[in-house]
């Protein structure tokens, strides 16, 4: 109820703080017998670790996750997953200087105006490190959805004021550079951008899209659980996002009817499909089967070098300049973390669409 | 959980389709001792009621809401409000030609691959007449919100490629044209656009805005249940929203931390404010007391009377032209909806705020 | 959240109150497909209306139920289907005395406490009429389970001090006799006892059994939602019910483990089985095959015509004598709403399994 | 959804097996600004501790707590708190021949039929292991009711057939018991009884009494979360309960309304008040100021080491004796477990309250 746990049935809890013993997410309604090891889940919480690149924060975190229930054999039992990854970096002391500070951009003071207090510590729970739960948990349901031949593929699409360009895609190139841009002219580019950022002790905001392959028809609920709403709900949880888009977005609202409509044809295997996919695979908030697609803005980040006007908790007002560790661009590592909440709001309602029908239920039970 | 109830203390659960006997919606958790009548619903369903201009459908309906239970001597008693509004003007003649044609840009195939069939008469429940239910108890929950000095006011902010402009803004405009539009100047310009989409049997998207005063600091949880969350999904469960913004928005995308970030200050009596609001009154998910700012991108009405390519539910490729009665374009009508939704999101978010702290408990409950 | 919604995936929602306009049930999630008309759902209204005996409320009520959505040509579409009974013979003069009046054995006072006033008319939302959403849905929950032979079957077991007794158990007879007990020995015994309290303008209390055949094994979940809990929850949601029994229930607890254990065995077709079912058809919160068989310990009627010393809202101590219209008895008409709320139980804990393997989902998205 | 969440806004997820890594809780929603550390939660821990008399297994586990998350300065912070007991006793290798054998009583069978095969370690989830999560939760939901005035004192009332004699009810003695019962003599007695079963190789069941006192009168839901019925799941979900009463319980089906019903009276403070308490501080599912006063019925433990009949999962009848180190009777251990559920039960309805009435709201938000 107070905002840590998501999903209807295949449901996650997240805890933690960026400066306490760790982080941590419970997983309560995966499914029974998937082969799941630690592996399995290191391997994206490797793509979130910091100080991969010059454009990531230098905290020195190996993000090692420990599984610590509801594997037996080396399968998921059916009961709560327990995932923990202990802080091994913290330095509390880079922040006594913060307690007071209500930094702009930041939850500081929206914290101390809800409870009381807050843990200033590295921003606490409103930490970037936050996300370390959604990740794990996002990769169990990764790894489930591919069993049903279902894919996600992020990437930065554009950092500050430049773009890929889609015909210069290339999924292999995301990987290869810093800001994972799947277009290696448009990232270049974009270093240079960021580069000038950092050197004006500045950051920039940048747009994430992702893309959702293999998705059948008929998952999301009409109304309030519309895939689409769920979607949103799921990207603009995570820190630093100020928009959501599916499909066209925005464009969508510039557009006519005779430009938006998607054509449904026959293809030769006598399946419908659609000629174009200006919705990005959700029609009255079901999946139509097309790739789902989804962008997500971001906010630059808030914690920048340069000196700023703010106040403290004593009502006085000071000027800043935030030092510690950070990331000049929060899209890069975020990629992962838009993927896992995807992946965790398609999951759930795969599983929450078993019983839609009657007939799926009789054969169920009476088979 | 098949997604027709919404909120968790403030629960709304919507039925009802197009063509059947009715709409309605029952309200849990409404807080006892509210003063409240029909009235008070009715100018609400008043504002997204069909045929007020020529851009909206001629269908006849008064759409006129019963309290069913709930109030007792003028006041909410605490226990469920159920509301009913009787459809009575249902032709389902109209739609007999689409039973087995799957429409561009609806719900018709999805709806059919989740249930096997569907409720095809004018859309059944995927039908923008689903959202009376929304408006009904958005307007309980704006009655509530009046009361703890917090409003909203929504607009159409552009229409396809005519957008307002904010320096002209004039909030009694707003009712004064067709188009809900708070800019006299932009609204003939956004008339002329749409009679020409009508001329070529066409529809138009629009961006709808809507600004909340008034709100309170504190508002909202960390993590899955920051208040830019969940009215991300409040306001993409609406039909034909295809993107959300809050504050900046896909702006903060391509902006620097420097331009981003909003300092504070201490006004003359001696409060935290924002000397800007690039966040639109949310910062870490929770309210910052600043006005909360938040855009819906809505997608062109899909039901054109231009022939259009498809395909119908026995595999066979089709033209069609869709006749019955159509508005051009859903924004207009969809602005108490988005208002409705935000209240509910709004709402619901302070009742949970009630427990946030121990203080607040030990007064409650031993003063 | 205010208490008026039950369920997970089959959700039922319930409004009104004795002596508004009606009462009503919102179902959600109740799967697609499935053939049902009012009929299905009177026939068990009728089972709980007044006036089928000299035990039961003079009340005249019809209870003839509506279905405003969510069917479509005979069979439900997957959204949700309202149901209404329209309340016809409300007296609200007969209860003008009671406003101020703190009842003894009733709500007046909790409601009063809780909210600072109520609807006192016939008890408002505490009124045994609120039970009518229960069964209405509750009907629509035990079709679905009849197509997965599972079927339940409830009863008077005792009457104040008369209980059945087993070895004369004849399930026909039930339908037979006023008090709704399969003993037609018992069923006179408890008749003259009964008597007997109406003259002495008293009332009863009883214990109802109700049996259910042809579980699967596998259902419920370990830890908080066993199905022995919800079960626990349905029942004693009821108003009026103090106690709850699974399988051997009290006595359990003066047994010892040799007695208490159900030896398995492997029948003629190599299926496991138990000798004897004291667990009452759940191990570990999950059905293990057997017949689930639970009890419900049910207070006489609050309402009885003898004068009682009690207070009122002014805090003055009065003296009343209860006129109005009531059942000597609650548990006969109770029978049937016991079997609803164990039904939409069992029903919702069966679409919640569907989901708990993985190799079923693989086989429900792959195949 | 899978069953290891509850409450609703005052919320706990547990997790973990007998012979894992640990066992542990999250909370989300404790309020802000509680003062809390290991120790208050510790001595909960220790009272369900094994080891402490001959009646309780010799697996030796120091249970000792370790707090993750959620506390800064020594107060909570309103975001989740992770609570963490390492398991240090695990044994697997008692356990290695029941890998593939059905015991009888207890929950092999059932997880094998849910979930295709089980961590059969000391059984893994359904081991009473899994109520130290139950435990730590409820030692923080103890301390907030604490400061509330509200306490919570729960005992064995009955072990197998001797019961305790209400004239000679000392609430210092049940801690100076091994059976945690309030009365010495029947200590003694049902000691006796305990050791004859020791003798014989058997268990025995009890009945666990717990009692709430200081609860305002206007707590609880109308309808399906009416508070006796949110404690009747609370405490049936607790593994070996096998019936739950409130006030009277099965003694009220006995009774007559004359009997049953509480008259009011004024007391010399001019409040109201009940002259008897046959409801058990509950009316209508809400508090009525009395003290709340509820039963478990708890069954015998099913290892016993006396020869039992049985099969395995390969379908072959057996013959069994179960030793590892199993309690003789679970009750003494388990009334810690009832007090915590009671406790997490009764803290979320009072949360749930502070949003029942219009005038609280205005005041919270208005002042």
Known sequence: ?????????????????????????????????????????????????????????????????????????????????????RNTDQRSGDYGDIALCYRPGHADYTYDQKYGFRDYRGGGRSSGRETIGRVAAGAVAVNILKRLNISLFGYVKSVGPVTIDMSRFDADERDKNALYMPDCAAAKEAQAYLDDCIRNQNSTGAVIECRIDGMPAGIGDPVFDKLSANLAKAICSIGAVKGFEIGDGFVAARATGKENNDAFFIDKNGCVQKKTNHSGGILG???????????????????????????????EEI???????????????????????????ILDALLVNMSARMDALEQFYTR
Request: with cysteine; net charge neutral; charged share 20%.
């Open 1 to 85: 109820m107070a905002g840590s746990t998501y999903g209807k049935i295949f449901q996650i809890t997240t805890w933690g703080e960026s400066h306490g013993c760790g982080i941590g997410v419970v997983i309560d309604g995966c499914p029974a017998g998937l082969p799941l090891c630690e592996e399995d889940i290191q391997s994206f919480l490797d793509r979130r670790k910091p100080g991969q690149s010059r454009y990531t924060t230098s905290r020195r975190e190996s993000d090692t996750v420990e599984i610590l229930s509801g594997i037996f054999e080396g399968k998921t039992t059916g009961t709560p997953i327990s995932l923990l990854v």
């Open 319 to 345: 000027e800043i300049s935030i030092r510690g560790r950070h990331d000049p661009i929060i899209a890069p590592r975020a990629v992962v973390v838009v993927e896992s909440m995807a992946a965790l709001t």
């Open 285 to 315: 908030g079901i999946s139509d089967k097309s790739p789902i697609l989804l962008r997500a803005a971001v906010k630059p980040t808030p914690s920048i070098s340069a000196a700023q006007q703010t106040v403290n908790s004593l009502g």
